[in-house]
């Protein structure tokens, strides 16, 4: 029996859908699904840990958009997602697939302010998941993050900790704007170094994370 423009494009092949087929349903679903590319990504970081990989996009795809790829198709999908080619798919790939603006942003150019500021905010929300996973309050964050004990956050400190090894960006993904536009988020006045007062506030700043504020108490106990 013919297949109708009724039936859907995952249904025509007992192999499963191309690559290409799957990307395109990602690229119309995905802000209709999540709203935004930040709790999407989340929502494919099935394991946590800053990055997706074939597993974790094999799994959500099957779970969430009922799609079942064969091996072949879903590393091309992953090969096409991941594009500093080391495996897995970080946050700048998942944004540079996905996000219709970012792809039209060749590599090497540079990003206008109000695209570095946008990307800035998401990838905000991103570290204060990361914060909240690896640490049981804000007051434990802080400490392990002023590596120097100097009682606020260098900027050294910020991108070792926070940006190579929360945000998994050892290979250097984000550019120096963006690096520099996420330490003045939380360097509130400017000065150079982040103070435990200006952490704690960008920390609470929004309401999905309002809970952070009172982190110096943790599940009842005050830390």
Same mark, same amino acid.
């Given at each position: =029996?013919?297949?109708?423009?009724?039936?859907? $494009?995952?249904?025509?092949? !007992?192999?499963? /859908? *191309?690559?290409?087929?799957? @990307? &395109?349903?990602?690229?119309?679903?995905?802000?209709?699904?999540?709203?935004?590319?930040?709790?999407?990504?989340?929502?494919?970081?099935?394991?946590?840990?800053?990055?997706?990989?074939?597993?974790?996009?094999?799994?959500?795809?099957?779970?969430?958009?009922?799609?079942?790829?064969?091996?072949?198709?879903?590393?091309?999908?992953?090969?096409?997602?991941?594009?500093?080619?080391?495996?897995?798919?970080?946050?700048?790939?998942?944004?540079? =697939?996905?996000?219709?603006?970012?792809?039209? $942003?060749?590599?090497?150019? !540079?990003?206008? /302010? *109000?695209?570095?500021?946008? @990307? &800035?905010?998401?990838?905000?929300?991103?570290?204060?998941?990361?914060?909240?996973?690896?640490?049981?309050?804000?007051?434990?964050?802080?400490?392990?993050?002023?590596?120097?004990?100097?009682?606020?956050?260098?900027?050294?400190?910020?991108?070792?900790?926070?940006?190579?090894?929360?945000?998994?960006?050892?290979?250097?993904?984000?550019?120096?704007?963006?690096?520099?536009?996420?330490?003045?988020?939380?360097?509130?006045?400017?000065?150079?170094?982040?103070?435990?007062?200006?952490?704690?506030?960008?920390?609470?700043? !929004?309401?999905?994370?309002?809970?952070?504020?009172?982190? &110096?108490?943790?599940?009842?106990?005050?830390?």
């Amino acid at each position: =029996m013919p297949v109708t423009a009724s039936h859907s $494009v995952f249904a025509m092949a !007992s192999a499963g /859908p *191309s690559a290409d087929a799957v @990307e &395109a349903l990602l690229k119309s679903k995905i802000y209709f699904k999540y709203g935004d590319l930040h709790g999407a990504f989340r929502a494919f970081d099935r394991s946590h840990n800053g990055a997706i990989t074939l597993a974790d996009l094999r799994e959500t795809l099957k779970m969430i958009f009922g799609v079942e790829m064969n091996e072949t198709e879903l590393h091309k999908l992953r090969d096409h997602m991941d594009a500093n080619h080391d495996g897995v798919i970080g946050w700048s790939d998942f944004v540079a =697939m996905l996000d219709s603006t970012a792809a039209k $942003v060749e590599p090497g150019d !540079s990003l206008s /302010p *109000s695209r570095v500021r946008s @990307e &800035a905010d998401s990838m905000l929300m991103l570290i204060k998941t990361k914060i909240d996973e690896h640490f049981s309050s804000l007051r434990e964050a802080f400490l392990s993050i002023d590596r120097d004990r100097t009682g606020q956050i260098s900027r050294r400190d910020f991108e070792e900790v926070v940006l190579n090894r929360l945000l998994n960006d050892q290979q250097g993904v984000l550019d120096n704007d963006m690096r520099e536009a996420l330490f003045r988020k939380y360097d509130l006045n400017t000065d150079g170094v982040i103070h435990y007062e200006e952490f704690m506030k960008v920390m609470g700043s !929004s309401s999905e994370y309002g809970l952070h504020l009172d982190r &110096a108490f943790v599940k009842g106990k005050q830390v």
